[in-house]
């Protein structure tokens, strides 16, 4: 992160009905924090959702209104099954999206499992927040985490307005 003024902001927001009712421990969202600190990273906020559109929604618009995250990383509810409706709850808050960001994620994915394919991750901005979706699966997260993350202290400095380019 070399050139930032601050550290990179990081929100996580795992998304999960049994995580949310204490039934399954979060283990994505742990990986992604150690991921987030292991380049020096800042995690600002933290919490685990139901799969509800209107709650996924909510939460993700005051996390991006607040303005302490430059990053909202989203975990879980991006498949193709009947309650995955994390892509939904982001595209119902985002000002833009940024295909290439979850293009990336799925050609990544799909060096590992065809399932890949089946991801309806999305990434979007509301103001000076990028939003990712990624997977549920701990695997899934850490290796599309992976696939991105040299590319979100950029992205951040230009959501903060410095659009230098060097």
């Known amino acids: 992160m070399r050139g930032m003024t601050t550290p990179l902001r990081i929100a996580i927001l795992t998304v999960s009905d049994k995580g949310s009712r204490g039934e399954r421990e979060d283990t994505s969202g742990t990986a992604l924090r150690a991921m987030v600190v292991g380049i020096g990273g800042e ?6 959702v139901p799969d509800e559109r209107d709650v996924i929604a909510a939460t ?21 099954a009947h ?6 709850a982001t595209l119902d ?3 833009r999206i940024a295909p290439g960001i979850a293009e990336a994620m799925r050609a990544e994915g799909m060096r590992a499992t065809p399932k890949a394919m089946l991801s ?47």
Not at 43 to 48: E, G, K
Not at 62 to 79: H, R, S
Not at 122 to 135: C, D, F, K, M, Y
Request: proline share 4%; aromatic share 2%.
């Open 43 to 48: 995690v600002v906020r933290y919490d685990i």
């Open 60 to 80: 993700l618009r005051a996390w991006c209104d607040a303005g302490d995250a430059d990053v909202v990383l989203t975990t879980g509810g991006t498949g193709i």
């Open 83 to 88: 309650r995955d409706v994390t892509p939904e």
């Open 93 to 95: 808050v985002a000002e």
């Open 120 to 166: 309806r991750a999305v990434a979007a901005v509301r103001g000076r927040t990028l939003i990712v979706n990624l997977p549920g699966s701990e695997k899934g997260a850490r290796e599309s985490l992976d696939a991105i993350i040299g590319v979100l202290p950029h992205a951040a400095e230009l959501l903060r307005g410095d659009t230098e380019h060097t």
